[in-house]
Structures are given as structure tokens and as C-alpha cells.
């Protein structure tokens, strides 16, 4: 089946000169079937930024999604996240090289810490194994996602600076307290 191809989509250049698509595919809650499909699909009409979790257990389909595509991997965006069993320095890499496994694929363009889990307090471990994935080549760029400013204040403390907080914003839940302190940082809100 021919499907037509959308304009390019503007993109959002990270603090480390990565370009983020401005627009993408969330794939939460799809099972592995759904995710492939709609990732494939995604991908074949021009949408390049694809979002995934450890904790969706979706990675398996989406990486089909992405195979079945045919788009060169170079072009598309791949984001996931890891839950609080590996927030630590070395815990980071178990659950990268676990994602990439599980996605059939070399690197992330994007690797974040899901939730800080406050009430186990390894949040900035988490982080700090981030930038140790990141100087190893296995992602491109590091982030949170779920973090508020206290949580983000401890992490600059330690000199972490995220390049991207993955946060909910909506009409009825605006957080401009959290997106004021990340341009101030300069990460990106996404």
C-alpha cells in the first residue's frame, strides 16, 4: 500500500546539537502488535520521532514498526525510558543495552529516567549513569521525564543538566513553573 508523505517536520535543537522532530508517535498503552503497526504507519507518512518505555513492554513491536518501515534508521528519532530497578551509575547501561535489545537497534536518539521515584532517592544515580551511556555512544541525548523543580534543583547541585524533562502539559495542567526553569537551564521541555 502507497501512503502519501507528509512535509518534513520541524525539529528543536538539544543544548548538545542534537535535533529533536518537534512532533511524534507516543506509543503508550499499545501492546507489541499495535505498536508495530502504528510505527510502520507512522514512519511510511513521515513522521519521524517515536516514544517508547521499558515499562509500556512495547519495545519489541516497536522496533518491528521500525524494520517494517523501510525508513533508514538515521531518520527516525527513537526515545525510551527505564523504571526505577536500575537507578543506578551502572543500572543505567543494564537497562539501555535491555532497551536496545529489545528494539533491535544500536543506539537510542534519547534515553530518560521515567519517574524520580523520590521515595528511593537514586534519581540522580540515574542521571549520572545517563551521561555515562551518553559518553559511550549507546544514546545521543540524555533526559527525565516527571521531574519537578525540586527534583531538578538537586540534579543541577551535582552539576546534571538533562538535555530534555518529558513532562505532561495541558490545558488543565500547566507547568510553567517546571518549563521556566528548564529554558533557564536550557533543557528542552518536551
Known sequence: MTMPVSPAVPGRTLSNGV?????GLGTWPMTDDEAAGAVDRALRIGWRLVDTAENYGNEVGVGRGIRASGVDRSEI???SKFNKTWHS??????ACEASLRRLGLDY?????VHWPNPGQ???TEAVEGLFRVLDAGLVRAVGVSNFKTTHLARLFERG??????QI?????HRRDDVDA??????????
Open 160 to 165: 546534571l543538566v538533562p538535555h530534555v524533562n
Open 89 to 94: 551509575i551502572d543500572g543505567v547501561r543494564t
Open 19 to 23: 535535533v529533536v522532530p518537534a512532533i
Open 108 to 112: 537510542l536518539d534519547l534515553f530518560l
Open 121 to 123: 532517592d537514586r534519581y
Open 168 to 172: 505532561q502539559i495541558d490545558p488543565n
Open 181 to 190: 526553569l528548564d529554558r533557564e537551564k536550557g533543557i528542552l521541555t518536551e
Open 77 to 79: 528519532f527513537v526515545t
